[in-house]
C-alpha cells in the first residue's frame, strides 16, 4: 500500500509558526513520526510540502497515475489555507478519486467562522482536527484501516 501525505502553505515553518496554536513539533519531526508509524504499519509514504495550490495539484494528479493504476491508494491532506478557499485542490481530489482525509493540528471549528467552511471535507473519508500532530497519526491509523478493510 502506497499513502502520500500532502502539506499545504506555510507548513513548512512548524515549530516556530504561531506555536501556542499549532504546537513545536517541526514538520520534518511530523513527517518522521509518520514514516516510522507506516513502516510499523507495513506501507509505503511519501510526504510533500509546498506553499503554491498548483504545485499541490500538480502532486494529486501524480497520485492518481495512469487510468486505471493509481500511483498512490490514498491521500492524507492538510491543506492548510487552501482548505478554505481552493476549487482546484477540490477538484484534483475528486479527478484523481483516490480515498483521502484531511488533517488540522488545530480544532478549526473553535477558530475565526472563516475557517469553519472547508471545500474538502464533504468528499473526505473522514477529518481529523484538534489534535496536533498526533491528528496526522490517527489520520493515517484511519486510512490504513480503511484501505485494509475495502481491500
Ligand atoms: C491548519 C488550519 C488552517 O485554517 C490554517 O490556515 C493552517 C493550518 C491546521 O493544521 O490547523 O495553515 O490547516
Redesign the pocket.
Known amino acids: 500500500m502506497r499513502l502520500l501525505v500532502l502539506h499545504?502553505?506555510?507548513?513548512n515553518l512548524l515549530g516556530q509558526r504561531e506555536p501556542g496554536l499549532?504546537g513545536s513539533n517541526t514538520l520534518a519531526a511530523i513527517d518522521a513520526a509518520l514514516e516510522q508509524q507506516a513502516a510499523a504499519l507495513g506501507v509505503e509514504l511519501t510526504c510533500f510540502q509546498n506553499n503554491h495550490e498548483g504545485a499541490l495539484v500538480d502532486r494529486i494528479q501524480e497520485a492518481g497515475g495512469q487510468a486505471g493504476s493509481p500511483a498512490s491508494d490514498g491521500i492524507l491532506i492538510?491543506?492548510?489555507?487552501y482548505?478554505?478557499t481552493s476549487v482546484a485542490i477540490r477538484d484534483a481530489l475528486l479527478a484523481v478519486a483516490l480515498p483521502f482525509v484531511e488533517v488540522?493540528?488545530?480544532n478549526?471549528h473553535a477558530?475565526e467562522p472563516f475557517?469553519h467552511r472547508s471545500l474538502l471535507a464533504d468528499r473526505a473519508l473522514g477529518v481529523v482536527?484538534g489534535f496536533g500532530a498526533t491528528s496526522y497519526r490517527l489520520a493515517l491509523e484511519g486510512l490504513v484501516a480503511h484501505l485494509r478493510a475495502s481491500a
Open positions: 499545504g502553505p506555510n507548513l499549532y492538510n491543506a492548510a489555507a482548505t478554505h488540522h493540528l488545530s478549526t477558530r475557517r482536527c
